[in-house]
């Protein structure tokens, strides 16, 4: 394994995520390609570099890496499309990372897409959910078993709203981008969904594409001089259906599981952290990633929330940045990168920063990813 | 799993069955997952369990909850009859047993639907 390379982030973009427009997925995909390439800041960027392209979407079309490279007229060693709802770009980066210390490729690019009308939006398979098959009816009844086992509150869920929303509203990419500041009284005050979430504790299904680059230490000085290192990688898959993860999701949820895989594998713990993406496609759950990444003890993700110790979801989060599903565990890395790198310092909330974390789920948790994320 | 889906649509609360892991499976699946052999279709009589948690929808005016029952969770309808009920669900303390009393397809077969009423 000592010869095996490391791999790194070089570039980063995201599209302009918007609500629903008439476009193709392929279009939506090709937006932050061509701001990548072309992208002066990206200085040593060059198309002609890559020999793998990975297609993160929940979307129906078929072939899409394939087309993809054909639009930006690349010929790639390999050419596929991965899907796993929710955590599809997690999982996307996560193949590209294999590929590259495999020695098969030297440089991925990495791309999510997603139309807000994505069939990702329902998991037929799950009928332990009954007619509740909508993410917020198994994400109330996860609040309120976090409400009733730890106290939580509803304030608490509004301070992560309220930091994501504030964050999104600052982001010329995200589907908040201008919206007005939001307080807790606003929040609180939203209209009730499915008791204890309320409408602004919610993300929103959108439409929106990412990119990324990644390539080998043999390679980096091709690339750039700014590199962000992955560090490591963990993913846990517990099961598909709701009914199977409610005894273990407090406890020992695959995102637990995969935070101490990445953490392993990194060689560094929690308190290392400086800036982490998390995945709040409901307000509840950004507090339970609180806990599931060792932030905080079990119990005790209410109180982190009040909280504002590190950079979390400098983007918006999902809350405020919009969920394009396969788009956004890729569209979290451009984020930990532009907060690391020093490609954009004013994208970076905090200068210290050296180590971040991306956290992401799939299907009420069923499965989860985690990537930590470091320069040197 | 389509063909499970005919007796849902016929109101018949249908699982599987692993006669070597004696254990119910969930959802109803062919195989186990556990050793892989052939499981078999089981009806229970009656479908008691426990409501874990529970939530209520103004989207649709409804409590809804996640129940144990034959050692599998399912969320359904839970059917508030009584002001003690009510009572009951509001500050839920663990070990309030529901019952199933109706399941079936709807939204033209789109999904299933469960409805538990509290026996105790
Ligand atoms: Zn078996």
Known sequence: ?376 | MENFLDYFSKGKFVLTYCKLCKKNIWPPVKNCPNCLNTTMRKFPKQSIGTLLDVSYSSKDDTFFGVVDVHNIKLIGTIVIDTEENKEKITNLQYGVKVKLTHCGLINNGYEIFFHFVIIQ
Not at chain 1, 178 to 190: A, P
Not at chain 1, 248 to 267: D, R, V, W
Request: charged letters at 20%; one cysteine or more.
């Open chain 1, 1 to 376: 394994m000592k010869d095996n390379p490391k791999v790194a982030i070089v570039a980063g973009c995201d599209s302009k995520f918007s609500k629903n427009t008439e476009k193709s997925i392929f279009d939506i995909a090709m937006e932050p390609c061509v701001s990548l390439f072309k992208n002066k800041k990206n200085g040593k960027i060059n198309k002609d570099n890559l020999d793998a392209v990975i297609f993160s979407s929940c979307t129906e079309e078929q072939y899409t890496s394939s087309i993809l490279s054909e639009m930006i007229g690349i010929k790639p060693k390999i050419s596929q499309r991965l899907d796993n709802l929710c955590n599809s770009g997690s999982n996307a980066i996560i193949n590209a990372y294999s590929y590259i210390v495999s020695g098969l490729c030297e440089s991925v690019l990495v791309v999510g897409a997603e139309k807000t009308t994505t069939s990702g939006k329902r998991l037929a398979w799950d009928i332990s959910r009954g007619n509740f098959s909508s993410p917020i009816y198994w994400a109330s009844l996860f609040a309120r078993m976090h409400m009733r086992k730890f106290g939580t509150t509803e304030e608490q869920m509004a301070h992560v709203v309220v930091k994501n929303r504030n964050n999104g509203r600052k982001n010329k990419n995200a589907l908040t981008y201008n919206e007005k500041k939001v307080g807790l009284e606003d929040v609180l005050s939203s209209k009730k969904i499915s008791d204890p979430i309320k409408k602004l504790d919610c993300s929103q299904v959108c439409e929106g594409a990412s990119a990324i680059l990644l390539t080998s230490s043999r390679r980096i000085k091709e690339f750039t001089d700014n590199p962000v290192w992955i560090k490591g990688i963990g993913h846990q898959t517990s099961c598909a259906s709701f009914g199977n993860i409610v005894d273990e999701i407090l406890t020992s949820s695959p995102a637990k599981q995969a935070s101490n895989l990445a953490f392993k594998m990194a060689g560094i713990g929690p308190s290392n952290i400086d800036v982490a993406e998390i995945h709040d496609a409901f307000s509840i759950l950004e507090i339970m990633a609180y806990e599931d990444l060792g932030f905080v003890k079990r119990g005790f993700g209410g109180k982190y929330a009040e909280k504002n110790l590190i950079t979390i979801n400098p983007r918006g989060g999902l809350i405020g940045m919009g969920h394009p599903l396969g788009t956004t565990g890729i569209s979290q890395a451009v984020e930990i990168f532009s907060q690391l790198s020093n490609i954009d310092k004013k994208r970076k909330q905090r200068n210290y920063q050296k180590t971040g974390i991306i956290h992401n789920l799939a299907a009420a948790g069923t499965s989860a990813s985690v990537i930590i994320l470091g320069v040197d």
